[in-house]
Structure formats: structure tokens, C-alpha cells
């Protein structure tokens, strides 16, 4: 199960982090992204992570701005936000994929698996 936190109301400029937090698998065998789906929009793919941590891809509307990061203590995994614009508003949804084998260790996968329910993230002056 992936449950995500952190969404809410934010102005242009600021910042926000997401969290996913998995329960009933163990997240450092897994290749992770964040997704996101504004209104009347199809789902863009925002940031992925490997399983290994060392292929991170980013949407092109966010690279330089948000960063995706993992923490296999607590089994959770973010979206750190940065220089929102209103043009992030949208439900953020997490997903992971695995447990990867070796030699996929290193690639973002094409499908997920396993979503959380989504968080709502509204960037508005």
C-alpha cells in the first residue's frame, strides 16, 4: 500500500514536499515516480527514481525545480517542490514498481504497478 502526504495550498514561488509512504513492500527493491493529473489533462509523468538510485529522470516542466528522493529507513519516498507555478496544480500520485532484478536495477521502468490515491497540490496567488 502507497499512501501519500503532504499536498495543500500553495503560493507561486513557494515550496511544498511531498511524501509516499509504503507498507508491505520494502521500497529499496523497487523503481519509484511521482505522476501527476491536472483537471481535463492526461497524466504526466513527473519523476522517477531507479531501484538502484542511480537513474533519476524528470518531467521536462520540472527538472531544475523538484527533486525525488528516497529513505529506505522509513520506507518512504518524496517530491521536494521548489519554485511552484500554478501550472503544478494537479493530484500527485505516487508509484512504484518491483522488486527489480538484476540488470533492470539501473532503468526507470515504462509501468507501475502499485499507486497511492493521490494528493492534491493547488499553486494559486
Known amino acids: 500500500q502507497l499512501v501519500e502526504s503532504g499536498g495543500g495550498s500553495v503560493h507561486p514561488g513557494g515550496s511544498l514536499r511531498l511524501s509516499c509512504r509504503a507498507s508491505?513492500?520494502?521500497?529499496?527493491?523497487?523503481?519509484l515516480a511521482w505522476f501527476r493529473q491536472a483537471p481535463g489533462k492526461e497524466r504526466e509523468g513527473v519523476a522517477c527514481m531507479s531501484e538502484s538510485g542511480n537513474t533519476i529522470e524528470y518531467g521536462g516542466s520540472v527538472q531544475g525545480r523538484f527533486t525525488i528522493s528516497r529513505d529506505s529507513a522509513k520506507n518512504t519516498f518524496y517530491l521536494q517542490m521548489e519554485n511552484v507555478k500554478p501550472s503544478d496544480t494537479a493530484l500527485y500520485y505516487c508509484?512504484?514498481?518491483?522488486?527489480?532484478?538484476?540488470?533492470?536495477?539501473?532503468?526507470?521502468?515504462?509501468?507501475?504497478?502499485?499507486w497511492g490515491r493521490g494528493t492534491q497540490v493547488t499553486v494559486s496567488s
Open positions: 508509484a512504484t514498481e518491483g522488486p527489480i532484478l538484476s540488470p533492470l536495477v539501473d532503468v526507470c521502468p515504462d509501468e507501475f504497478g502499485f
Open positions: 508491505g513492500i520494502t521500497l529499496a527493491y523497487y523503481a
